[in-house]
Each structure stands twice: as structure tokens, then as C-alpha cells.
């Protein structure tokens, strides 16, 4: 297949980009590089366009692109800087996406991935976990509201236009090349603190849960939606796992084998407390289930960044 990856150069596009060409498919990727680098992409053997999904001028192209599938992973991913700046994240995630529907449906793209969010969800009682994909979807972050809206965008494009995707709610994503910010940040941050042998600060009582998969079991699953016949649908990419962040903290000091003690700062708006997507509907729908374990992953990451340190 001949596949837009948007948001290609950032840290999920990057571990994508490299399982399609393995694959055998013909990638091209677009990015702004407002926070993706060219640098994490390989060095060829696809085809780059630096630009931003916003533009008049990105909807020509891939119009004329004649795409079998585009991956829409472009737009801001951060629930603080949503807060502050709701308009920069509706251009970003809304209006963004609305150009890129408009040329997958002018040029006849047969799917669009969409890369959506835990935020989605909101917080839930207790009971309700794991988050299964039929839940009312109530966010608590603007953040999570355009993400929703793009998934309600995505409905009415196959119902007016025919337009068949694929959307893929992220458990918290993490792993080599993540940058700071956005879901699944704590991991990065961390990564790089001990790498660095600093310590560790955590927002709230640490109490706070989230469910950590690997950014390559991310790529494989969004592989897989785009050959899957059960379309039109939202499926949960996740390791159906609550992980707090005292024990993340715990599994890093094995993993360094040394413990760490971390420091307790006030808890930040918009986050949620508990977190933890169901996976069934992927593992029958998408014949997909995470591989890599959080130990095993946490270790990938660590070395990543020590070794970019070095």
C-alpha cells in the first residue's frame, strides 16, 4: 500500500514509519518538525514532506497523493497546554484533521487511522475499569474534547462520504524518541532523570495509575488496523494494566538496580487520577495484544536516553 503517515517524524510516527518499510509499503511522511526531528526517522527509503496539516497547500498534496490509507498521528498531545491555550489545540487537533479528511475524501483514501486518546474517557468511577470502548466518552481536558470531536468528525465522514477509518484510543504511549510532553511524558522524564542518575519528582500521591504500553506494540497495532475488515469503529490500544506512579518508580529502580526515591510535588490540573483501557475489542478485532513488557521496555528506554546522553 502507498501510506501518509502525518506526524511521521514525531516519536509514535517514528517507531511506524520503520515497521511499514519493513512491511514493504511505500511511506510518506509529513511533518511541521514542531516537535518531531528528522533525525528519528531513518536515513531513507520514504519519502519526507515537511509541512504543517493546516495548510491549503498540504491538502493539494495529498490529494494528488493518491494514498491507499493515511495514519493520521499529527496534532498537539499535551492536556496542560490544551488548558491554557484551547484555541492552539482545536487548530491543531480539529481543524487540522478537517484538511486532512478533506483531501482523503476529494483523492478517494480507502481509510484513515486516527490516533486518538485515553483522555477520551475522563475520570471513571472505580468499578468501570478497564475503560471499554462503549463507555460514554466524557474528557476532562480540551485535549480529550478535540480528539472526541475528530472522532465524531471521522463518523459522519463515512456516513456522508463513504470515507471508512479506523480510530485507536492510546493507552499512555512511551518509549525511545519521546520527547517530554504530552501522555505517557512521566515516562521520558524519568527515563532521562536516570539516565542522567537525577532524581524523580511526583505530581500528586503517586497513587495515580496509568496504563504504560510500548510504543512499538502502538506501531504494530496501527499495522494492523489497516488491513482489518472491522472498520468504522474505536478500538483500545493498551495493556489492560494499572500501573501507579510508585511502583513506575519501583520498576525503575529494578530495572537500575539501585533504589530510587522520589520527591512529591501538588498534583496538576486536567490529569486524571486512575487509568486502564480494556483490550479485547483489539485483540479480536485487530487480531492484535501487546508483546513487550513494562520491565522490558522501561530497560529499552533507559538505554536510549543514556545512550543520547552519551
Not at 489545540?89 to 481509510?111: F, I, P, Y
Not at 468501570?128 to 465524531?152: D, I, M, N, Q
Not at 469503529?233 to 525503575?252: D, M, R
Not at 492484535?288 to 545512550?307: D, H, K, M, N, Q
Request: with cysteine; net charge negative.
Amino acid at each position: 500500500m502507498k501510506i501518509l503517515v502525518t506526524g511521521g517524524a514525531g516519536f509514535i510516527g517514528s517507531h511506524l514509519v520503520r515497521q511499514l518499510m519493513e512491511l514493504g509499503h511505500e511511506v510518506v511522511v509529513l511533518d511541521n518538525l514542531s516537535t518531531g526531528a528528522r533525525e528519528h526517522l531513518p536515513a531513507g527509503g520514504f519519502t519526507f514532506w515537511q509541512m504543517d496539516d493546516r495548510e491549503a497547500a498540504a491538502r493539494e498534496k495529498i490529494a494528488a497523493g493518491h494514498f491507499d490509507a493515511i495514519v493520521h498521528l499529527a496534532g498537539q498531545t499535551m492536556v496542560d497546554a490544551s488548558i491554557r491555550d484551547p484555541h492552539f489545540d482545536a487548530a491543531e487537533n480539529v481543524m487540522g484533521t478537517v484538511n486532512v479528511l478533506e483531501a482523503a475524501r476529494e483523492s478517494g483514501v480507502s481509510r484513515v487511522i486516527f490516533a486518538s486518546t485515553a483522555a477520551a474517557y475522563g475520570d471513571v468511577t472505580e468499578d468501570l475499569l478497564p475503560l471499554r470502548e462503549e463507555l460514554r466518552l466524557a474528557p476532562l481536558s480540551f485535549y480529550g474534547l478535540t480528539k472526541v470531536t475528530v472522532e465524531h468528525y471521522l463518523d459522519l465522514y463515512h456516513e456522508l462520504y463513504g470515507l471508512d477509518y479506523v480510530v485507536l484510543r492510546f493507552a499512555n504511549v512511551y518509549g525511545e524518541r519521546q520527547g517530554d510532553k504530552g501522555e505517557g511524558g512521566v515516562i521520558s522524564i524519568f527515563a532521562k532523570r536516570v539516565a542522567r542518575g537525577e532524581g524523580l519528582t511526583i505530581f500528586g500521591d503517586g497513587g495515580q495509575t496509568r496504563d504504560f504500553i510500548y510504543a512499538g506494540d502502538i506501531a504494530r497495532g496501527i499495522c494492523r488496523a489497516l488491513v482489518t475488515e472491522k472498520v468504522n469503529t474505536a478500538y483500545n490500544l493498551s495493556t489492560q494494566t494499572e500501573t501507579s506512579l510508585k511502583e513506575l518508580v519501583e520498576i525503575f529502580g529494578q530495572v537500575e538496580g539501585r533504589a530510587l526515591v522520589p520527591a512529591y510535588k501538588e498534583a496538576r490540573e486536567g490529569d486524571i487520577y486512575r487509568s486502564m483501557l480494556a483490550n479485547e475489542k483489539a485483540k479480536t478485532g485487530l487480531g492484535w495484544e501487546p508483546e513487550v513488557s513494562l520491565t522490558e521496555g522501561l530497560r529499552r528506554t533507559v538505554a536510549y536516553f543514556r545512550s543520547a546522553e552519551a
